[in-house]
């Protein structure tokens, strides 16, 4: 049973125009969440993230949104660039603290010139 | 430059043949993690060191095993690979267990089992 679900496999998006990467979840109990960014033949690598206590976070050209009623998040890049093509993974945690991260299984962004 | 590394990045067992995957780190993280992903599918979190304390998911199986001798290593051993093992394995590092603590994750192994 997927508890985080992204589910666009890819999105391809020009140079320029905003990036737009949905995430969904089903456990109520999560209140924190992640977004990894991942190249090939490297690990993912930390991106942004949002406390359940916020509904938006910012950090330059990266954005994530956090719909808790609706169980939703999403992650916006603008102005989209070339090097942001790679697969972004929404991961999700609950409180306890005890309790691994759970990721959902990816979007490939591919950003075109 | 402090980072999570993993050896090897590529790796051919046969099927049956014992295995063992290494990851070490120089962050002085006291959670590491071992993840199973398979092409176009979430990281999959098989188990975790909080110091020496080993915590396993439920749904890993048994033929998966790990060690960590020392706060910088952890070893994944699979005892007798079979052909649905092959996958990419991803070791992560973290300061501490609260999900809200960033996961600084390695490059991965990648396992062939022929």
């Known amino acids: 049973d997927q508890q985080v679900k992204q589910n666009s496999p890819s999105l391809s998006v020009q140079e320029g125009r905003i990036s737009i990467l949905n995430c969904d979840y089903t456990n109520s109990m999560f209140d924190y969440f992640l977004w990894y960014k991942k190249y090939p033949a490297e690990g993912p690598t930390f991106l942004i993230s949002i406390s359940s206590i916020k509904d938006k976070n910012e950090d330059g050209r990266f954005t994530v949104f956090l719909n808790k009623s609706a169980k939703h998040l999403s992650l916006h890049i603008v102005p989209s660039q070339p090097g942001d093509s790679a697969v972004y993974f929404c991961a999700a945690s609950r409180p306890s603290g005890n309790t691994p991260l759970v990721f959902g299984k990816g979007t490939r962004l591919s950003v075109i010139a | 430059d402090a980072m999570v590394i993993q050896n090897p990045r590529y790796q051919v067992t046969q099927f049956g043949k014992p295995v063992t995957l290494s990851c070490s780190q120089t962050?002085?993280?006291?959670?590491m993690y071992w993840y199973q992903q398979k092409s176009s599918q979430a990281p999959k979190l098989l188990f975790h060191?909080?110091?020496?304390?080993?915590?396993n998911e439920a749904d890993t199986p048994d033929n998966f095993q790990s060690r960590r001798p020392n706060t910088s290593f952890c070893f994944l051993d699979i005892r007798s690979p079979g052909l649905g093992d092959a996958a990419m394995y991803l070791c992560?590092?973290?300061?501490?267990?609260?999900?809200?603590?960033?996961?600084?994750f390695g490059p991965g192994t990648r396992l062939t089992v022929t």
């Open positions: 962050l002085n993280h006291n959670v």
């Open positions: 992560a590092t973290s300061r501490d267990l609260a999900g809200y603590h960033e996961q600084y």
């Open positions: 060191y909080y110091d020496k304390d080993f915590n």
